[in-house]
């Protein structure tokens, strides 16, 4: 993601990069990471946020998901190597694009480790987003 | 509870409204499973 961090602003929206560890961990990992000063990285360490989006937190997701493995195998042939997990593990990902008006335009579940939307995706999520926005 | 009345936090601590993200304009809000 953060590869593309700068097209979510320069097509008009923002990026906010939500995780559950705390603060002190989400700071490291953003500076570690190396986001521009648009993009706002956030903490739910009570995971509320997860829950009201629909968000899952399973362990069968996250160690035995054949998807996920292959995922796995397929970043670490790109050179992309894990941390120390910092969070809670079981914890699912996603995205949301919501717009001004509060309606959520575009939803996606994660289920399992490394399932995320492409950037490509996003941006076009974004960009109907935009288009309910001004037709609001 | 309404999904914009979350409360998170920033990097320094601090508390933060989910719906003051996408209240000037609209937002993808990455939720990654955890940090590392």
């Known amino acids: 993601m953060r590869p593309h961090a700068e097209e979510f602003e320069r097509s008009g929206g923002k990026l906010a990069v939500v995780g559950n560890g705390w603060p002190a961990a989400a700071k490291s990992w953003a500076e570690h990471v190396g986001f521009p000063p648009g993009v706002q990285v956030l903490t739910d360490p009570s995971r509320k946020a997860y829950d009201l989006a629909g968000f899952k937190r399973s362990v069968v997701l996250t160690l035995f998901n054949p998807a996920s493995l292959a995922r796995f195998v397929r970043a670490n042939l790109h050179g992309f190597r894990q941390g120390r997990v910092a969070g809670d593990p079981w914890q699912q990902g996603g995205a949301l694009v919501v717009a001004p008006s509060g309606k959520v335009t ?26 309910v926005g001004s037709a609001g | 509870m309404e999904l914009a009345d979350a409360v998170v936090k920033d990097t320094e601590g601090r508390d933060l409204r989910l719906g003051d993200v996408w209240r000037d304009k609209p937002a993808v809000l990455v939720f990654v499973r955890h940090y590392g």
């Open chain 1, 106 to 131: 575009y939803r996606y579940v994660g289920f399992g480790p490394g399932d995320q939307p492409s950037p490509g995706k996003l941006l076009e999520a974004l960009r109907k987003a935009q288009a």
